[in-house]
């Protein structure tokens, strides 16, 4: 991948207005919403149905790595079932309920109120993304949402000339990796996905713990 010239980073205790030069992307599951209980629910009911050992917390924490096709190889799901596997996984996620980040609400509003270009990068499903937007509440800030994202890098370089200064928030290795590649300055979200120290060696420029903390980094 060939890396776009470095992005420009705002100056500490810039005007709210400068936020009109700025975009910012998220991912969705691990970083607008927490749903780490979620997620490893749906998995193991993709893997019991298959007669594969269900994986506990700690395990979880430890193995959960996107995207959903290699994770479920690695777990035991045979190629050929690995698509309904995914589909499977995706209703499960759409049936049931997670919760907002820390400060996702007011982080969201604060950023479109100054200016900010707010957009949605992430392997969720479509109908994933609305459950939650409706049963949580989202701010509806959104300039685009790209949902069932195979290759965040892609993506996010298409998106890449939208605004001289860019942000992707994500909470992955592979978020940082295709963050810093496409020319965004990689914010890191910690959770049960991924460790701090794991996002550093990543490339995240910023790791926080949820998006109450992020404002203070954008602006």
Same mark, same amino acid.
């Given at each position: 991948?060939?890396?776009?010239?470095?992005?420009?980073?705002?100056?500490?205790?810039?005007?709210?207005?400068?936020?009109?030069?700025?975009?910012?992307?998220?991912?969705?599951?691990?970083?607008? @919403?927490?749903?780490?209980?979620?997620?490893?629910?749906?998995?193991? +009911?993709?893997?019991?149905?298959?007669?594969?050992?269900?994986?506990? %917390?700690?395990?979880?924490?430890?193995?959960?790595?996107?995207?959903?096709?290699?994770?479920?190889?690695?777990?035991?799901?045979?190629?050929?079932?690995?698509? *309904? #596997?995914?589909? %499977?996984?995706?209703?499960?996620? #759409?049936?049931?309920?997670?919760?907002? !980040?820390?400060?996702?609400?007011? =982080?969201?509003?604060?950023? !479109?109120?100054?200016?900010?270009?707010?957009?949605?990068?992430?392997?969720?499903?479509?109908? #994933? @993304?609305?459950?939650?937007?409706?049963?949580?509440? @989202? $701010?509806?800030?959104?300039? !685009? +949402?790209?949902?069932?994202? #195979?290759?965040?890098? %892609?993506?996010?370089?298409?998106?890449?000339?939208?605004? $001289?200064?860019?942000?992707?928030?994500?909470?992955?290795?592979? *978020?940082?990796? =295709?963050? !810093?590649?496409?020319?965004?300055?990689?914010?890191? +979200?910690?959770?049960?996905?991924?460790? $701090?120290?794991?996002?550093?060696?990543?490339?995240?420029?910023?790791?926080?713990?949820?998006?109450?903390?992020?404002?203070?980094?954008?602006?």
């Amino acid at each position: 991948m060939q890396r776009p010239p470095a992005t420009q980073r705002p100056s500490a205790g810039a005007p709210a207005a400068a936020l009109a030069e700025t975009m910012v992307l998220f991912d969705w599951n691990g970083t607008v @919403v927490v749903d780490a209980d979620r997620a490893r629910a749906a998995l193991n +009911v993709v893997l019991a149905r298959r007669g594969i050992p269900v994986l506990g %917390e700690a395990e979880f924490s430890v193995r959960f790595r996107l995207p959903l096709a290699q994770l479920f190889g690695r777990l035991g799901v045979p190629d050929a079932d690995a698509s *309904d #596997a995914e589909e %499977e996984w995706n209703h499960e996620m #759409a049936e049931t309920r997670a919760h907002l !980040s820390d400060g996702a609400a007011e =982080c969201l509003a604060a950023l !479109s109120e100054a200016g900010a270009w707010l957009g949605v990068v992430s392997a969720a499903s479509p109908a #994933a @993304v609305r459950f939650d937007q409706r049963s949580l509440a @989202v $701010p509806a800030v959104w300039n !685009s +949402v790209d949902a069932s994202v #195979a290759d965040k890098f %892609e993506t996010l370089l298409r998106h890449r000339p939208t605004r $001289p200064i860019a942000y992707y928030v994500g909470d992955t290795p592979d *978020d940082m990796r =295709c963050a !810093s590649a496409a020319g965004y300055i990689p914010v890191g +979200v910690t959770d049960a996905y991924s460790r $701090p120290e794991t996002l550093r060696s990543a490339g995240a420029a910023h790791v926080i713990g949820g998006l109450d903390e992020l404002l203070a980094i954008i602006a």
